[in-house]
């Protein structure tokens, strides 16, 4: 049988197509600033797939070389830093509320007794109780709003 390279070529299957460039498979990642430890990680491991994944030889840089160690020590401090930024956010949440108590403890009407010779802390509840209720109370009483 003679060769027919026209015949060779007409069964072939061929379609051209061109190559995706290596930088455009991570063109979906777009940096943002990471907030919590999930984003750090996710953004940690995007930035080690660029620069090559940390993997040995062949596959980029190896585990022990100056890149990969300072991307390791940048994501540790960042680490720490959003560690710090909740127990700051947590103590912050706690002193205001206890603030918030102490207004409104500053702001509830307090009421000054005069008696002569004193009262017991039960006559003084039952002066209140007699005031508070619109009866008369039977020593003089003044009532007066405390000074903060």
Not at 27 to 50: D, F
Not at 74 to 81: P, S
């Amino acid at each position: 049988m003679p060769l027919n390279p026209d015949r060779v070529i007409s069964e072939l299957d061929i379609r051209l197509k061109t190559p995706t460039p290596p930088g455009s498979s991570s063109s979906a990642w777009s940096p943002r600033t990471p907030y919590t430890l999930k984003q750090l990680t996710r953004q940690a491991s995007s930035i080690k797939a660029l620069i090559g994944g940390g993997e040995g030889p062949g596959g980029g840089p190896g585990l022990k070389s100056p890149l990969n160690t300072a991307l390791n020590q940048l994501i540790k401090g960042c680490e720490l830093a959003i560690h710090g930024a909740t127990v700051l956010a947590e103590d912050n949440r706690r002193l205001r509320a206890a603030n918030e108590r102490q207004e409104l403890l500053r702001q509830r009407p307090r009421r000054l007794l005069y008696h002569e010779g004193g009262l017991s802390v039960q006559e003084a509840h039952e002066l209140v109780s007699r005031l508070d209720q619109g009866g008369e109370a039977e020593a003089p009483v003044q009532q007066a709003r405390a000074a903060p």
